[in-house]
């Protein structure tokens, strides 16, 4: 009797045990699915998004939330303890939309991560809210003021406001959305500074950027390790506008190669170093003055744009 009941034992035990197999196997298959979406998605690692699968049982909707609230988690902790590490690396990203400009300096410790698409996307999306924030404070004031016309201005965006400004995709403020990168990364990042431009509706602007690939965001933003942006007048109505703008985009790139410090020579910027002095850097037969003479336009503003140390 008592062998008896340990073969049943035995038995139970070997049919448990094969259920159990069975079961754990077609879950692991599902995972393995699953994970590779959840991967996809959010671009966690595979160790995390196998942890927090597991931990909601397959729920990726759980599981991405709980992804997102530990980044941001670990990304406050890593980001305080990663402060003080040099970034001498990033991009600076340019955004053009209608007659505003955005332009933006972004930071990262190696130029591997300034390569990443998480990174790019970060200036990208960065750019992004800074024109948005410009467009805004210009239609509040033009609900106030009775004139509708946008003039020619630039302007450094002050650093609360570009902690405090919202995400253009996400429900999040910039700084949060870095901090949940970092936490990701792995490695210390800053969004240094910003500057916003409005002009008037009939100038034409030409923007460009050198170095870091010419990556080019999906909203838009062109980022690099430098970037130029020119903005012309048309002297009459009566002129070639695409012309116009190739040839600020032209002006834009050599205004990156040339680096003109002074929009005109003075008592203490050389005819060398002023942009309507230099000669033309696509074409060293004409100055940057006699461009625009024979083409009918005026130099409103020019930036160039790089990283800082």
Same mark, same amino acid.
């Given at each position: 009797?008592?062998?008896?009941?340990?073969?049943?034992?035995?038995?139970?035990?070997?049919?448990?045990? $094969?259920?159990?197999?069975?079961?754990?196997?077609?879950?692991?298959?599902?995972?393995?699915?699953?994970? !590779?979406?959840?991967?996809?998605?959010?671009?966690?690692?595979?160790?995390?998004?196998?942890?927090?699968?597991?931990?909601?049982?397959?729920? @990726?909707?759980?599981?991405?939330?709980?992804? $997102?609230?530990?980044?941001?988690? &670990?990304?406050?902790? #890593?980001?305080?303890?990663?402060?003080?590490?040099?970034?001498?690396?990033? /991009?600076?990203? %340019?955004?053009?939309?209608?007659?505003?400009?955005?332009?933006? +300096?972004?930071?990262?410790?190696?130029?591997?991560?300034?390569?990443? &698409?998480?990174? !790019?996307?970060?200036?990208?999306?960065?750019?992004?809210?800074?024109?948005?924030?410009?467009? #805004?404070?210009?239609?509040?004031? @033009?609900?106030?003021?009775?004139?509708? +016309?946008?003039?020619?201005?630039?302007?450094?965006?002050?650093?609360?406001?570009?902690?405090? @400004?919202? *995400?253009?995709?996400?429900?999040?403020?910039?700084?949060?959305?870095?901090?949940?990168?970092?936490?990701?990364?792995? +490695?210390?990042?800053?969004?240094?500074?910003?500057?916003?431009?409005?002009?008037?509706?009939?100038?034409?602007?030409?923007?460009?950027?050198?170095?870091?690939?010419?990556?080019?965001?999906?909203?838009?933003?062109?980022?690099?390790?430098?970037?130029?942006? %020119? %903005?012309? #007048?048309?002297?009459? !109505?009566?002129?070639? %506008?695409?012309?116009?703008? #190739?040839?600020?985009?032209?002006?834009?790139? *050599?205004?990156?190669?040339?680096?003109?410090?002074?929009?005109?020579?003075?008592?203490?910027?050389?005819? &060398?170093?002023? /942009?309507?002095?230099? +000669?033309?850097?696509?074409?060293?037969?004409?100055?940057?003055?006699?461009?625009?003479?024979?083409?009918?336009?005026?130099?409103?503003?020019?930036?160039?744009?790089?990283?800082?140390?």
């Amino acid at each position: 009797m008592a062998s008896i009941l340990r073969q049943r034992k035995v038995l139970h035990g070997f049919l448990n045990n $094969h259920r159990c197999f069975s079961t754990n196997s077609i879950l692991n298959a599902i995972n393995k699915q699953q994970l !590779t979406t959840l991967r996809k998605k959010t671009g966690y690692s595979f160790t995390k998004c196998n942890e927090a699968m597991k931990l909601y049982e397959n729920d @990726m909707e759980k599981a991405e939330i709980w992804l $997102h609230q530990q980044a941001e988690k &670990e990304g406050w902790a #890593k980001a305080k303890k990663l402060q003080s590490r040099s970034t001498s690396e990033g /991009l600076v990203g %340019v955004l053009t939309e209608q007659n505003y400009i955005a332009l933006v +300096e972004v930071a990262c410790e190696t130029d591997f991560v300034a390569r990443n &698409e998480l990174f !790019t996307e970060l200036v990208g999306s960065t750019a992004q809210s800074v024109l948005k924030f410009r467009q #805004k404070v210009i239609e509040q004031n @033009m609900k106030v003021s009775s004139n509708q +016309e946008i003039t020619h201005l630039r302007e450094m965006v002050l650093e609360h406001d570009l902690k405090e @400004m919202k *995400h253009p995709s996400l429900d999040v403020t910039l700084e949060e959305h870095l901090v949940q990168l970092v936490g990701k990364i792995g +490695e210390n990042m800053k969004i240094k500074r910003a500057l916003a431009m409005t002009t008037n509706q009939e100038n034409i602007i030409g923007v460009s950027t050198h170095g870091g690939n010419n990556t080019v965001t999906s909203n838009g933003s062109l980022l690099g390790k430098f970037a130029g942006v %020119v %903005v012309l #007048k048309p002297k009459t !109505t009566d002129v070639d %506008v695409e012309n116009l703008k #190739k040839i600020a985009r032209d002006l834009s790139q *050599h205004v990156i190669g040339m680096n003109p410090i002074a929009l005109q020579p003075s008592n203490d910027v050389s005819k &060398e170093e002023s /942009l309507l002095g230099q +000669e033309f850097l696509l074409n060293d037969k004409v100055t940057v003055a006699e461009l625009l003479n024979q083409n009918q336009a005026d130099v409103v503003d020019f930036i160039r744009y790089g990283l800082t140390s």
